[in-house]
């Protein structure tokens, strides 16, 4: 089960055997654990997220997104709050209060991931396209969002290579 998951994650290649794929994982949740989240493509978080995220309950993402949160520090939280906040023009509940722990944004990037499915989820929420953009299907610009779509705040970049890292760890622990 498992294996199926990371079918296609972290650069894998279908025909890739099991090993193959949790080292692939591995490399990028320890690339994202060095502070390397910066030098990754664009791209590669988009899939990775899209692809780590999917098969996550809503317990499973929240939990995610506070453990990749937990990773910034106050002021950068502070910052992705407001930016938040920014994007959510009324669609997601985001308090506006001096609280940005990784418990708050977490509970506030599961709403956008819930209730905006049909626009891309969290990263829909934040610009970045649809859930069915894919290099081969989309014809969109990069600043029209896709999976190519440029992550323009460099914040943002780490904070969703976070939670796609901190899915991925959950999903090659549950392997045994």
Same mark, same amino acid.
């Given at each position: 089960?498992?294996?199926?998951?990371?079918?296609?994650?972290?650069?894998?290649?279908?025909?890739?055997?099991? $090993?193959? !794929? #949790?080292? !692939?994982?591995?490399?990028?949740?320890?690339?994202?654990?060095? *502070?390397? %989240?910066?030098?990754?493509? =664009?791209?590669?978080? /988009? +899939?990775?997220?899209? %692809?780590?995220?999917? #098969?996550?309950?809503?317990?499973?993402?929240?939990? @995610?997104? %506070?453990? &990749?949160?937990?990773?910034? $520090?106050?002021? +950068?939280?502070?910052?992705?709050?407001? #930016?938040? !906040?920014?994007?959510?023009? *009324?669609?997601?509940?985001?308090?506006?209060? =001096?609280?940005?722990?990784?418990?708050?944004?977490?509970?506030?990037? +599961?709403? @956008?991931? +819930?209730? #905006?499915?049909?626009?891309?989820?969290?990263? *829909?929420?934040?610009? /970045?396209?649809? $859930?069915?953009?894919? $290099?081969?299907?989309?014809? &969109?610009?990069?600043?029209?969002?896709?999976?190519? @779509?440029?992550?323009?705040?460099? /914040?943002?970049?780490?904070?969703?290579?976070?939670?796609? %890292?901190? @899915?991925?760890?959950?999903?090659?622990?549950?392997?045994?």
């Amino acid at each position: 089960m498992v294996d199926q998951l990371l079918g296609g994650l972290f650069g894998s290649q279908d025909t890739d055997d099991e $090993p193959t !794929r #949790h080292r !692939r994982a591995r490399d990028f949740v320890d690339r994202y654990e060095r *502070g390397a %989240a910066d030098q990754m493509s =664009d791209a590669e978080v /988009l +899939q990775n997220y899209r %692809a780590a995220t999917a #098969h996550l309950s809503p317990d499973e993402y929240r939990q @995610a997104t %506070a453990d &990749a949160l937990r990773n910034l $520090p106050p002021e +950068q939280r502070r910052e992705l709050k407001r #930016h938040m !906040r920014q994007q959510a023009r *009324g669609r997601v509940d985001i308090p506006d209060d =001096d609280d940005d722990s990784p418990e708050v944004l977490a509970r506030a990037a +599961q709403q @956008a991931e +819930q209730e #905006h499915k049909e626009s891309g989820g969290l990263l *829909g929420f934040l610009g /970045l396209g649809k $859930p069915d953009d894919s $290099p081969a299907s989309s014809s &969109a610009k990069p600043q029209e969002g896709g999976i190519d @779509a440029m992550i323009q705040n460099p /914040l943002v970049k780490v904070a969703i290579a976070g939670v796609a %890292a901190m @899915a991925a760890k959950k999903l090659t622990e549950h392997r045994g």
